[in-house]
């Protein structure tokens, strides 16, 4: 990944060459035009991007708590603009209609989980990117976001219920070492018993 040392979207969008800087403000223009109230535009992980700022949302993004949490990126890589839509990777549903809104155009569609990539300004179905984010307010952003975070400070039950059967384990083999000293104990003392009654009735003899 390409990553930018702008601090501000303006000297990100004048680091870039004629042609990128066409698809950029394209793709920024649409964004600003249809993302809900309250997302802060700015520079992160050295891309443009909009976000929930920790003003709104104090706890950050999961995976780095400095980071205000992500919703939508755009960067000029190397061979591409790639268009990170994290607003759709938590919700599925909302995949499958802009996966279909945007094959429904006749346009290829180059897409990992979240991100898009585009070679051409004319291979962007602008229209379907904006109808993307509408819907989306911080609350109702937030409300799925927060649901879908990994429970923290959790140990996993699989690694509970090892450490339980090794315990029964080891109980097990302490329990068996203990009969068998109590069972050669109990059997010498029936030799040695056993010895001196012998020795007792020689002499009386």
């Not at 995976?63 to 839509?85: E, G, M, T």
């Not at 068998?180 to 001196?196: D, G, N, R, S």
């Amino acid at each position: 990944m390409v990553q930018s040392k702008a601090t501000t979207a303006r000297e990100y969008l004048a680091s870039l060459p004629a042609d990128r800087r066409t698809m950029v403000e394209a793709v920024r223009k649409v964004i600003n035009k249809n993302i809900g109230k309250g997302f802060k535009e700015g520079i992160q992980y050295g891309m443009l991007g909009w976000f929930v700022p920790h003003s709104i949302y104090p706890d950050g993004y999961h995976c780095d708590a400095k980071q205000p949490v992500p919703f939508v990126s755009v960067a000029s890589q190397k061979n591409n603009i790639s268009i990170y839509l994290f607003c759709l990777y938590i919700d599925p549903k909302r995949v499958d209609s802009f996966v279909k809104a945007w094959q429904a155009t006749g346009k290829k569609l180059d897409m990992g989980k979240s991100c898009v990539r585009v070679k051409k300004l004319e291979d962007m179905p602008l229209e379907v990117i904006g109808d993307a984010l509408k819907g989306f307010t911080v609350e109702k952003f937030l409300a799925q976001y927060t649901a879908g975070i990994p429970a923290s400070g959790k140990k996993p039950a699989a690694k509970k219920t090892a450490k339980k059967t090794t315990t029964k384990k080891t109980t097990k083999k302490t329990t068996k070492k203990t009969t068998t000293k109590k069972t050669t104990t109990k059997i010498a003392a029936k030799k040695t018993t056993k010895k001196t009654a012998k020795k007792k009735t020689k002499k009386t003899a």
